[in-house]
């Protein structure tokens, strides 16, 4: 029974290029979570999807930072022109959206920027 | 405004030894979820125990525990019986709401470094 999967596990960008980081939910979870951790620190909410909805999306920054979870497919986290703020790791969580359920994680993603 | 509060930035603890991790929230929602994930030099973050604020038990996963005191706001973490590999970062989070409908983000503390000695 597969957990959540991210991709890729490492990712190093130039700035000013694009990141692109995919997420796909355990079998029977329809709802995906993204967050952001930057170094030495907790995770920080950005969005919340449910298939082809954005539900939540107070943490996820006004410029540049983009999400989807299409009808079929991974979720994708997108990242253009990336800055060097940006390095951190990406993680994924996905529920099955039941009452009281909980969010399990992927192994995240880690993104460099040079 | 939610918020999670975790005071220790980092525990050392003999192996075997019981250890609590403190964590305090603030909440004006009265239903909403508490949980604590284990992140270990790797990178992954791992659940280990959840626990509703209409919970009557405390919750408890093998080794783990939750001592939730709903009145002084604060749910901290016993690991029984350390062992090595208990050695990782430790967060606290909260979820306010419950039920379908309500909003599902989760709120994390800062962590608390758990070092655990043989």
């Known amino acids: 029974n597969a957990g959540v999967m991210q991709n890729p596990r490492h990712l190093v960008r130039r700035r000013g290029q694009e990141a692109r980081l995919r997420c796909s939910p355990m079998?029977?979870?329809?709802?995906v979570y993204w967050y952001r951790q930057l170094p030495e620190e907790g995770l920080k909410f950005m969005v919340y999807l449910q298939k082809e909805n954005i539900i939540d999306e107070s943490g996820m920054p006004k410029e540049r930072f983009s999400a989807e979870f299409p009808k079929e497919g991974p979720s994708i986290l997108r990242i253009q022109q990336v800055v060097r703020g940006d390095s951190a790791a990406y993680f994924c969580?996905?529920?099955?959206?039941?009452?009281?359920?909980?969010?399990?994680f992927g192994p995240g993603t880690r993104l460099t920027v040079l | 405004a939610q918020k999670i509060t975790q005071t220790q930035p980092g525990m050392f603890v003999q192996e075997k030894e019981a250890v609590t991790l403190d964590c305090t929230y603030d909440t004006s929602d009265p239903s909403y979820g508490l949980f604590w994930y284990k992140q270990p030099s790797s990178g992954e973050m791992i659940f280990l125990i959840y626990?509703?604020?209409?919970?009557?038990q405390n919750a408890t996963e093998g080794r783990y525990s939750l001592n939730f005191q709903k009145a002084r706001k604060s749910a901290n973490l016993v690991i029984s019986a350390s062992q090595l590999g208990d050695s990782a970062m430790y967060f606290c989070?909260?979820?306010?709401?419950?039920?379908?409908?309500?909003?599902?983000?989760?709120?994390f503390g800062s962590g608390t470094r758990l070092s655990i000695r043989p």
């Open positions: 989070a909260m979820r306010e709401g419950q039920g379908y409908s309500s909003a599902s983000k989760i709120i």
């Open positions: 079998k029977g979870h329809s709802h």
């Open positions: 969580a996905s529920s099955p959206g039941l009452a009281e359920d909980t969010q399990y």
């Open positions: 626990q509703g604020s209409y919970d009557q």
